[in-house]
């Protein structure tokens, strides 16, 4: 999970597995620090924003070793009581 600022919160403890980094160098980073393609996060991000919700979004993540992996994510946004998303 991350925040609206795109700051990892939560990670499932897998991400060792997957993207060979420990869960705690991922928490309190931004998901861009892990993506290949900057500009695709900004479009991600406001897709998100606008539809709150996005499927099947597909990018890259860099593997620690700086091989790349294809990824593809499903979100949807969460929201506060005063109807803002968090």
Avoid: C, W
Wanted: net charge negative.
């Amino acid at each position: 999970q991350a925040d609206i600022q795109g700051i990892i919160i939560v990670i499932s403890p897998s991400i060792y597995e997957f993207a060979g980094y420990q869960p705690e160098e991922v928490i309190g980073r931004k998901i861009s620090d892990f993506t290949l393609n900057q500009t695709s996060m900004e479009n991600f991000v406001e897709t998100v924003l606008e539809s709150k919700k996005i499927k099947n979004f597909e990018t890259s993540i860099r593997h620690k070793n700086g091989n790349l992996i294809p990824s593809i994510s499903n979100i949807k946004l969460v929201f506060n009581d005063e109807g803002d998303p968090i």
